[in-house]
């Protein structure tokens, strides 16, 4: 670990004056994901900007039935909270799948979105890797496959997005809200990551300075019946192979209203919007929940070491489908 | 009869006191030398309980109060003053030289007092050994090899300062790729004892063996398996990383080191360094967790030697990290294996043949009995085994819990269960109508041999009988449900080479002293009970000192060797006690009476078999749409012997299985066949069972004494546990699914449909 400076700003403005104005400055949250990295300096900030006690730490309840979740939660305290449970199960369930205990303490709803690759060859710094350095090349992509992208992926970029909590807020529509240099905004959580065709290095759209405050779950009847499905190499702490998010309304025997996002698979958490067009307003069978599957999956670009994650998926989600029908 | 004087003893050392009286007092830190002791209370107390407590008593761990208190001194906790930290620099290529270094910027940072490297590195007056031999070259061998050290005030200094050191390389080409049609493969030699020794492999047997016409017997079988099964790279990770404290003086080098035994690294390190003898001092008394990776290389001791030398008279300290473990300490060779079986139309094997083909390194031919256990287990006329190695850029491989057979028994034992099902025969009754009467190789007697026993109880604890016939037959929710049974078996050898000494005081005090190991066992208790019942003395008169070279020579533990080697000496101390006792009349002289007696020679160690038995079984459940796999279920029966200490015994045990669960369902270490590096090298990566994985483990234990292998009737336990697990859960895995397996992990890709 290369030696750095740790401050502790007042307020939120002079949090992100102080990161937007010094390149090699970094937020500090949770720094369950962050101190890991700096410790194998895959990561090398000068300068930690310590932010959990600026942003909030309470979940409320909106006018209209949503609720705003502050960027401070820990994720057992969101994973914990009735309305979450009642709600959202797919979020509490999403965020108990992940990491162990003692990390869910520490780590913060805003930093789960930002948590880095798990792939081996970011994490090592004597490897090529445009996401750490960038032009350097991409190591994984003829290496170790088993946990690279099938979706979404791109030569200079192989690597998946290891947040389960992720996956489910891009099914639940969920925004993040954030302030940066210039000013507030609200960013759609699958419009909040980066293809990673071009500058890898980048892997969400925020800009410099900017902070994720909080974010905010639209009400959604259909998400009370929500679920979460993670597959992985062991019945725990492990990150997934592929997940499901989903949830589903099926009124006499047809799809009414379906979400569903997939882990493990892409860059990104991501929101299967081919097979949601495919499944609504369409009978809810075992045939069709295959086919929808299959049509969100035909773009899949498999390598040979992780070619069994696209009829993981397709199982997967219909696994998935065929049991929220049998709870309905 | 020597006596001995209390104020010559050696200082720190770690004593088992016992009979401090009672359970209750056991718990209390009483018990250490406190004149001497420069550490904290760091003696495990024995429970006395006023029980006999000899061979035989269910005692818990006599340092496990210790331990759960955090009193115990494991290696790197030992305190000592103004300690140096060194972290070592590991290679960034597999194969090639250091052609250019620059350690300037980390000279230059504040708090580095200096870097090693090959160019400045003490010279070894032994450097043939290539797991003690670091930084003796500009040749690099493999991945993750140590280039360097810095020494700083601080761990954290030296670990950045090694960041800043800069080398240049010139590469060879890299390989590290394991296949069976490689052009190259050798004939390993001169493997056993770690390449100490003739013998071709590890165990000292030889790389081949044919019996009878194993063509002849194939072509006459009616039914016939011809299958290949593959392990990969496999990683201990115990949960103490290794780590040493070492300390250099104009008297006396010291060095705290988790080790599996301190005789053999102290031997070892006083070559390499070209030390006077017991001139280098090795303590260990606690280690937390080894499973083969601290036995033979003191690499981490020679590392931290030579970081002690540099600043004479301030202790060095080192603990390797996480990732470093992964190069530096060994690991469980991937390995290659066809098995070959022919049987009559009742079941009768006529031809058995195993060819293993393991990886090792181009340093050294680590070469493990992959196809021992193939050697022994089964009866049948026609049989041979090979054993071929490749030599490539990886770290020296080590032995790993359950050397050879934990590996080999993934290819015998799920070939049987292959030809089980072509014979449409019950694999528990194919197996019992080929138990051999006598070695199928040797025709030598088994000391012992209870397998159909451990079948039989086995069976009926598991609900055997109730089986279904057929493959994938029964579901549960969304489950495949099958069960499968594997037969195990690891021999139960006596190391040479250890001596112990005992002792009476006038007070009727007894004391035992052997420089052996415990490595988590329980070896603080069982070699007290061991002592107690050979001075025919309750235990709470007898104070046990071990983990320390300044004691009498012991061999270290590995091989499921220790209670039968160390045992045995302690019986062959305790006897000469006596007869010195008799000698002097039976009165005790005011200095007291001691002995310091070698393990003695037995003719029936070359008349017999020895080893221990098992039987497995499991429970699996895989998911009909992701292949995920449960092991609801494990049982184990096993044939160890008379059983020293239930308690430990049955740890040893449980925790064998279940690693084998862990071993089946999750454990690789994958390489990149570009950089030869190993790619999941953290415990993030290299996934191993969680508490979720495992379900029930059910262990039981015959305890019928070998009335042949040492004075107590022990056979091995340390082992056992591991071997065949992984076949039964991979046969639990055919049932339940049809869908036949034979390369581990078996990870739910593989069962995927």
């Known amino acids: 670990m290369k030696p750095f400076a740790y401050e502790r700003p007042v307020d939120v403005s002079s949090a992100v004056t102080t990161v937007a104005g010094r390149p090699e400055a970094s937020f500090l949250a949770g720094g369950t994901n962050l101190v890991d990295l700096m410790k194998m300096e895959v990561l090398t900030p000068e300068l930690l900007v310590d932010v959990r006690h600026l942003v909030s730490r309470r979940i409320e309840t909106l006018t209209g039935g949503g609720l705003r979740i502050g960027a401070g939660v820990s994720n057992n305290e969101l994973a914990a909270d009735r309305r979450i449970r009642r709600r959202y199960p797919v979020l509490s369930q999403a965020l108990l799948a992940g990491a162990s205990y003692q990390l869910r303490n520490l780590a913060t709803v805003g930093g789960n979105f930002l948590q880095r690759t798990r792939c081996p060859y970011f994490r090592d710094v004597t490897m090529p890797c445009n996401k750490r350095e960038p032009g350097t090349g991409c190591a994984a992509r003829d290496g170790h496959q088993r946990d690279l992208a099938v979706l979404g992926a791109s030569d200079s970029c192989v690597a998946t997005h290891p947040s389960d909590m992720a996956v489910a807020m891009a099914a639940l529509d969920a925004v993040v809200h954030t302030v940066g240099p210039s000013g507030e905004r609200s960013i759609q959580v699958n419009e909040l990551y980066r293809s990673p065709a071009d500058g890898p290095e980048r892997d969400t759209v925020l800009e410099r300075g900017e902070l994720i405050t909080a974010v905010e779950l639209p009400a959604s009847p259909v998400a009370a019946t929500s679920r979460y499905r993670k597959v992985r190499d062991r019945a725990s702490y492990a990150f997934a192979l592929v997940s499901v998010a989903a949830a589903l309304e099926v009124r006499d025997g047809s799809v009414t209203e379906v979400r569903l996002a997939l882990g493990g698979v892409a860059h990104k958490p991501w929101r299967a919007a081919t097979a949601e067009r495919a499944l609504l307003g369409r009978p809810a069978t075992e045939a069709n929940f295959r086919a929808a599957a299959e049509a969100e999956l035909a773009a899949a670009q498999a390598l040979a070491g992780n070619a069994f994650k696209v009829p993981l998926a397709r199982n997967t989600i219909v696994s998935m489908l065929r049991t929220l029908t049998e709870e309905a | ?753």
């Open chain 2, 1 to 753: 009869m020597t006596s001995v004087n209390e104020t010559n003893e050696p200082s720190r050392r770690a004593v088992l006191k016992a009979g401090v009286g009672g359970l209750g007092a056991a718990m209390l830190p009483s018990m250490a030398e406190p004149a001497h002791a420069a550490g904290p209370a760091t003696a495990p107390s024995a429970v006395g309980g006023g029980a006999a407590g000899g061979i035989g008593a269910a005692l818990k761990r006599v340092e496990g109060p210790l331990k759960v208190r955090g009193a115990a001194t494991y290696a790197f906790e030992w305190p000592v003053e103004n300690p140096a930290y060194l972290y070592p620099l590991l290679s960034t290529i597999a194969s090639g030289r250091i052609t250019a270094v620059d350690a300037g910027d980390a000279l230059a940072e504040p708090g580095v007092i200096g870097v090693l490297t090959h160019m400045n590195a003490p010279r070894l007056a032994w450097a043939e050994e290539p797991e003690v031999a670091v930084l003796q070259s500009d040749k690099v061998a493999y991945h993750g090899q140590i280039v360097g050290a810095v020494i700083a005030d601080s761990i954290e200094t030296a670990r950045y300062a090694a960041g800043l050191v800069k080398l240049e390389y010139a590469t060879e080409p890299v390989d590290v790729d394991l296949r069976a049609d490689r052009d190259d493969l050798r004939k390993p030699e001169h493997a056993q004892g770690f390449g100490q020794l003739p013998g071709d492999l590890m165990n000292g047997s030889p790389a081949d063996t044919t019996v009878g016409d194993f063509a002849a017997g194939m072509a006459s079988a009616v039914h016939r398996v011809d299958a290949t099964y593959t392990t990969p790279v496999q990683h201990h990770n115990p949960m103490e990383p290794h780590a040493a404290v070492a300390t250099w003086t104009d008297d006396e080098i010291t060095l705290y080191c988790g080790s599996q035994g301190v005789s053999t690294p102290q031997e070892l390190l006083t070559r390499a360094f070209g030390l006077q003898p017991g001139r280098l001092r090795l303590i260990s008394p606690y280690v937390g967790g080894a499973f083969g990776s601290k036995d033979f290389s003191a690499l981490w001791g020679t590392v931290a030697l030579m970081g002690a030398q540099l600043v004479p008279g301030r202790p060095v300290k080192l603990a390797f990290t996480r990732q470093q473990m992964f190069t530096l300490v060994g690991h469980r060779p991937a390995s290659i294996q066809r098995v070959q079986l022919g049987a009559d139309a009742a079941g009768k094997l006529v031809a058995i043949s195993h060819d293993a083909v393991q990886e090792t390194a181009k340093a050294k031919q680590y070469a493990e009995q992959t196809v021992q256990a193939s050697r022994s287990m089964y009866a049948a006329p026609g049989r041979r085994t090979s054993t071929r190695i490749a030599l490539l850029d990886v770290p020296v491989p080590t032995i790993m819990r359950g050397p050879g057979e934990a590996t080999g028994m993934f290819a015998l034992e799920p070939a049987m269960d292959e030809l089980a099902v072509k014979l449409g025969m019950d694999p528990i009754e194919l197996r019992l109508r080929n138990e051999p009467e006598t070695h199928p190789e040797t025709g030598q007697p088994f000391s012992s041999r209870h397998l159909a026993k451990c079948f039989e109880e086995g069976a009926r604890r598991f609900g055997w009988k109730h089986r279904d016939k057929k493959p994938r037959a029964r579901r549960k929710d969304g489950w495949l449900i099958g069960t499968g049974v594997a037969a195990a078996t690891y021999p139960s050898p006596r190391l040479p080479g250890s001596t112990a000494s005992a002792r009476l005081d006038k007070n009727g005090r007894y004391t035992v002293r052997i420089a052996a190991a415990d490595i988590g066992t329980g070896t603080w208790t069982t070699l007290a009970q061991i002592a107690a019942e050979a001075l025919g003395v309750p235990l709470d008169r007898v104070t046990l000192q071990i983990g320390d070279s300044a004691y009498p020579r012991a061999s270290s533990g590995g091989f499921s060797s220790g209670m039968n080697s160390w045992g045995t000496t302690i019986y062959a101390a305790a006897r000469a006690l006596h007869t010195a006792l008799d000698e002097n009349g039976g009165s005790v002289p005011p200095e007291g009476l001691q002995v310091t007696v070698g393990m003695p020679d037995d003719p029936k160690l070359k008349q017999y078999e020895f080893g221990s038995y098992g039987a497995q079984f499991a429970e699996v459940r895989v998911h009909e749409d992701t292949g995920e796999v449960r092991v609801p279920r494990l049982l184990g029966v096993f044939d160890v012997g008379r059983v020293i200490n239930p308690v430990t015994a049955r740890s040893q045990l449980l925790g064998g299985m279940t690693w084998g669960l862990s071993m089946t369902l999750h454990e690789e270490t994958a390489i990149d066949h570009r950089y030869g590096n190993f790619v999941n090298n953290d415990l993030g990566g290299y996934h191993f069972a969680a508490n979720a994985d495992v379900g029930s483990i059910e262990v039981h234990m015959l305890g019928e004494r070998d009335s042949h292998i040492n004075p107590m009737g022990s056979k091995g336990a340390g082992e056992i546990g591991i071997i065949g697990t992984a076949a039964a859960i991979a046969n639990a895995a055919y049932d339940a699914t049809g869908i036949r397996v034979r390369d581990l992990p078996l990870t739910l890709d593989k069962l995927l449909r």
